[in-house]
């Protein structure tokens, strides 16, 4: 089946620091990919849009400044997180949706990555 | 608007069935999916209805009535390692997911 890797899965750094997170479809091809931020017992968080070629759709609340997405294929999103502050420490998933637009296909998420900032 | 709901927490006996339900409300439908999350880990798909009726897979069904804004996951035979948070989502009519808060069941022996 289709599968999205996430890279790194665990972070810890001093605060200050900017961290990029890697979302890559390894055999599908993905115009969409979408990045979510969940805290402990909360439910996902849609942080951002991000498409192929094309600025990134951020939902309302979501520094676009702060959390930089950039789409550069069709295989890979990144998110850096700069400027990290505790604050930020999170869950953060990405997902993608398969080239085509059939509703059928539902998002593949990655296995997420969790930040703690110091 | 964005508007889907689902019970918070839910508690059941292994070996069991457990009815997980979840209702929307959207002026734009694709679809609507369930996915199983463990803590700590990401979501993983379980189904996807878009026509009305039941769909079976295995141990798990989900049955969707689209009049109705109405799903609901049934979980058989529950095994303790289905102790884990189900997510129901609509997909509306930009493709994105909207997103339920998740129900938290609880599994004991």
């Known amino acids: 089946g289709a599968v999205v890797s996430q890279h790194p899965s665990w972070v810890i750094c001093k605060s200050g620091t900017s961290v990029k997170i890697e979302c890559r479809s390894l055999?599908?091809?993905?115009?969409?990919m979408f990045w979510y931020r969940q805290f402990p017992k909360q439910s996902l968080m849609l942080m951002a849009t991000?498409?192929?070629?094309?600025?990134?759709?951020?939902e309302q609340g979501v520094e676009k400044d702060k959390f930089l997405i950039n789409h550069a294929s069709l295989t890979l999103s990144t998110l850096t997180v700069t400027s990290a502050h505790p604050e930020d420490s999170s869950f953060y998933i990405c997902?993608?949706?398969?080239?085509?637009?059939?509703?059928?296909?539902?998002?593949?998420f990655g296995d997420g990555t969790r930040l703690s900032i110091l | 608007g964005q508007n889907i709901d689902q019970p918070t927490e839910m508690t059941a006996t292994e070996g069991a069935i457990v009815q997980i339900n979840c209702t929307y409300q959207?002026?734009?439908?694709?679809?609507l999916f369930w996915y199983q999350q463990h803590a700590g880990e990401a979501p993983t798909f379980l189904s996807y209805?878009?026509l009305d009726g039941l769909e079976e897979k295995g141990r798990f069904s989900s049955f969707l009535s689209r009049s109705k804004g109405y799903s609901y996951l049934l979980l058989k035979e529950l095994q303790m390692k289905d102790s884990a948070s189900y997510l129901c989502?609509?997909?509306?009519?930009?493709?994105?997911?909207?997103w339920g808060a998740g129900t938290k069941l609880i599994i004991k022996p």
């Open positions: 997902s993608a949706r398969d080239l085509g637009h059939s509703s059928n296909r539902p998002q593949h």
């Open positions: 055999d599908f091809q993905a115009t969409t």
């Open positions: 991000s498409n192929e070629g094309s600025k990134a759709t951020y």
């Open positions: 959207t002026s734009g439908f694709n679809g």
């Open positions: 209805n878009v």
């Open positions: 989502a609509y997909m509306d009519s930009n493709y994105q997911l909207i």
